[in-house]
T-cell receptor, first 115, second 115 residues
Framework: AQSVTQLDSQVPVFEEAPVELRCNYSSSVSVYLFWYVQYPNQGLQLLLKYLSGSTLVKGINGFEAEFNKSQTSFHLRKPSVHISDTAEYFCAVTERQGGSEKLVFGKGTKLTVNP | NAGVTQTPKFRVLKTGQSMTLLCAQDMNHEYMYWYRQDPGMGLRLIHYSVGEGTTAKGEVPDGYNVSRLKKQNFLLGLESAAPSQTSVYFC??????????????FGNGTRLTVT
């Protein structure tokens, strides 16, 4: 079974500082990776995804992530964060089971951007 | 366009009571999912459906039942609630052959407390 490890449960940063949220996945022959964001009192929404091709993936709100197969990582980065980026971020990987595909989520990283 | 709507938003149950959570989507999506979110645990899949009339177990199905009688609705039932089922429940849906081809659209969650 696939698994996802988010190495930091909480990340506090100051506004306009760079941030990296770390994600490692269990190795697989083919893997599809996602980052979702959850703003307070809301459901999750897709930030970006890696399916194939370029290992650097750009998403919404200035976020990007880099797929590194040798290190089985998919870290999320933003060069300059805003207060509005305060949210919980989830890394996820697809898993195929019984002929259908579903997402396996990490435990989440709470990003707090302080003024 | 309502997207994914969950009812109710909040509920308090006593141990042993039953209830049904309703998820409705107006995007003609094939796949629907029920997740529970607990602090430090991320999202865990309870049950899912790949089309009208089908259901399948996820990672943590015990104590829950589901039905997908209509394509747009996915019901999650608790027959005899337990305090361990205190959680925030999220419904999600996606179009096509799963999350790789279509992002999951999430509802805003149902906060359930079992006393």
């Amino acid at each position: 079974a696939q698994s996802v490890t988010q190495l930091d449960s909480q990340v506090p940063v100051f506004e306009e500082a760079p941030v990296e949220l770390r994600c490692n996945y269990s190795s697989s022959v083919s893997v599809y990776l996602f980052w979702y964001v959850q703003y307070p009192n809301q459901g999750l929404q897709l930030l970006l995804k890696y399916l194939s091709g370029s290992t650097l993936v750009k998403g919404i709100n200035g976020f990007e992530a880099e797929f590194n197969k040798s290190q089985t990582s998919f870290h999320l980065r933003k060069p300059s964060v805003h207060i509005s980026d305060t949210a919980e971020y989830f890394c996820a990987v697809t898993e195929r089971q019984g002929g259908s595909e579903k997402l396996v989520f990490g435990k989440g990283t709470k990003l707090t951007v302080n003024p | 366009n309502a997207g994914v709507t969950q009812t109710p938003k909040f509920r308090v149950l006593k141990t042993g009571q039953s209830m049904t959570l309703l998820c409705a989507q107006d995007m003609n999506h094939e796949y629907m999912y029920w997740y529970r979110q607990d602090p430090g645990m991320g999202l865990r899949l309870i049950h899912y459906s790949v089309g009208e009339g089908t259901t399948a177990k996820g990672e943590v199905p015990d104590g829950y039942n589901v039905s997908r009688l209509k394509k747009q609705n996915f019901l999650l039932g608790l027959e005899s609630a337990a305090p361990s089922q205190t959680s925030v429940y999220f419904c999600a849906s996606s179009y096509g052959a799963g999350p790789r081809n279509s992002p999951l659209h999430f509802g805003n969650g149902t906060r359930l407390t079992v006393t």
